[in-house]
């Protein structure tokens, strides 16, 4: 390749605003400019059809080539079918990390490849840099309320030297929207895309009945302390912490505690119940590795928790033990825990179960 010549870069454009300004930046900044759109539904199903669309429209008013790639059978079964599984196991999973793994930065990422491009851009709010070693960092966006570094904690070196993210240092999502009228994008006043982009209405249980099978098995609500307390409709309607829609009489507000699938059990108690002590993590991985098996860090424990102080030991097979500072509401198996330094991502893994206030250590093995 020229030297003097940018790379080409291939952005994953979903008919949005954000990937479409993305598109527009990497244009007017110089670079080769390839529009490409995943196609992980049938068309009718839940209007993937109609963001094909958009992002075609927006690729022939800013002048660059628009490639569609088939990927309904591996998301279906990387993440949709991984999604229902875990319900079915008890979990609450959270997909947008598996497909930012697997999906975006994995199979289009070699799409992006595949169609001449030297680098993919997405329309994520979060910063890549790199320091004079060469190792990449990913960081907090700029916007924090739009930050999305959460959900890419599993990124591996290797994929984030061939990424970009312009919009990481955008101040916010209205100066965006600006630059969308700006260039004259047509999907300037488009809404943003709902929370999971495989659950029309963002209505889990239906989709869970619907399409994933789940009719679910009536089965008992059990206070903490063993007295039955209700009765359920499937323990993939609940999820560690809620409150509402659980239809039992008590003195005081019960949430879920936990959900047994084995004995198919949800159970409840009062707020005190949902504090833990931390919690112990699998499939842990690190973008910057640990100093050391033991350290102090930061962490977030779902995606709009703020990071709270806490200390990570390093276990045998993948795992980790972390322990809050503070005691931490609701953690949630399924869900991830991502660690910081500062602003930037250091790794994460995914939550295996909580911790209680007066709960022995893990067991060490190393």
């Known amino acids: 390749m020229d030297s003097e010549k ?46 094909a669309h958009d992002a075609a429209a927006v690729a022939r008013h800013l002048g660059i080539p628009h490639h569609v790639i088939g990927l309904e059978t591996d998301f279906r079964h990387l993440i949709i079918q991984d999604f229902i599984d875990e319900y079915r196991c008890g979990r609450t999973p959270n997909p947008c990390v598996r497909c930012n793994r697997y999906v975006k930065f994995g199979l289009l990422l070699e799409q992006a490849r595949a169609v001449g491009a030297d680098l993919l851009a997405t329309g994520h709010y979060v910063r890549n840099t790199v320091d004079s070693a060469g190792l990449c960092h990913l960081r907090q966006a700029r916007c924090i309320g739009k930050d999305q570094s959460y959900f890419l904690y599993t990124l591996s070196q290797e994929q984030l030297s061939q990424v970009l993210f312009p919009l990481g240092e955008m101040a916010s999502k209205d100066e965006v929207r600006r ?157 991830s825990v991502v660690f910081y330094r500062g602003d930037e991502v250091l790794g994460g893994g995914k939550i295996a179960g909580a911790i209680g206030p007066s709960a022995p250590c893990a067991e060490e093995t190393v």
């Open 6 to 51: 940018k790379p080409v870069v291939a952005v994953a454009m979903s008919g949005g605003v954000d990937s479409s300004v993305t598109a527009a930046l990497l244009k007017r900044q110089g670079y080769e400019v390839i529009g490409i759109t995943m196609q992980l539904f049938a068309p009718r199903s839940t209007g993937s059809g109609s963001a």
């Open 179 to 335: 630059l969308a009228h700006e260039f004259a994008l047509p999907v300037a006043d488009k809404g943003d895309s709902q929370e999971v982009c495989f659950i029309p209405d963002d209505d889990y249980v239906a989709f869970l009945e619907e399409s994933g099978g789940l009719a679910g098995t009536p089965g008992n609500i059990v206070h903490v302390g063993g007295q039955v307390v209700g009765r359920h409709r499937g323990t993939h309607r609940y999820t560690i912490g809620q409150r509402r829609g659980l239809g039992v009489a008590w003195n005081r507000p019960l949430y879920v505690t936990a959900i047994d699938t084995d004995r198919n059990v949800v159970v409840v108690g009062e707020e005190e119940y949902l504090a833990a002590a931390g919690l112990l993590a699998a499939e842990v991985g690190w973008i910057v590795p640990p100093d050391g098996k033991e350290f102090q860090t930061a962490c977030k424990i779902r995606y709009r928790h703020h990071p709270v102080a806490c200390r990570v030991r390093l276990l045998p097979k993948g795992r980790c033990e972390v322990r809050f500072d503070e005691p931490q509401r609701a953690v949630t198996p399924g869900q």
